[in-house]
């Protein structure tokens, strides 16, 4: 036999292994990154249908949606089962969520004591109208935390005193704006 001639024969190679579990691997991987993506997507879809829409209330000014606010706060009833602390609470959150949209003042951040000279400082509030301010807090204060308890007709004043005040920092931004 011819040594040449046997060169195209070649020994028997092993057994050759498929890599399906790196094929698996790798299937999961980008499948899982191809979900991922389209959560992804979906979530982002949701957050702009949902801000597109917004809440009516979001365009109002801020007294009007204050005002809105304390009807609704009168529709719940809490004057009239007793619940004097939780409607006083309430009435506050709204007069300090006013303040803090009209003025951009850090209301709901401040206790009564860090507000008080900020009214005529920063809000530029008369000083009668700074101390009526004052002097709703520091008994909305008295209600919230000492556990003052209050008659119907108190919690009813300061009720009011929240609408005088909405309505005289409403009245001086329009006179601002139309002295400009």
Avoid at 1 to 25: R, S, T, Y
């Amino acid at each position: 036999m011819n040594v040449e001639a046997m060169q195209d024969i070649l020994d028997i190679e092993g057994i050759v292994h498929f890599p399906w579990a790196k094929i698996w691997a790798l299937l999961a991987f980008f499948g899982g990154a191809l979900l991922l993506l389209a959560l992804l997507v979906l979530i982002l879809r949701w957050r702009a249908k949902r801000k597109g829409r917004g809440d009516p209330d979001e365009l109002l000014p801020p007294h009007k949606r204050a005002f809105l606010e304390l009807d609704r706060l009168d529709r719940k009833g809490l004057l009239e089962k007793g619940e004097f602390r939780k409607y006083v609470f309430f009435l506050s959150e709204i007069f300090r969520r006013y303040l803090e949209e009209r003025y951009a003042y850090p209301a709901l951040e401040k206790t009564t004591n860090e507000m008080a000279p900020d009214f005529t400082r920063k809000m530029g509030f008369s000083k009668s109208l700074g101390e009526l301010a004052e002097g709703f807090f520091r008994r909305t204060d008295l209600i919230k935390f000492a556990r003052f308890q209050p008659s119907v007709d108190e919690v009813a004043g300061e009720r009011g005193k929240v609408v005088e005040l909405i309505k005289a920092t409403m009245v001086v931004e329009e006179k601002k704006s139309e002295a400009a």
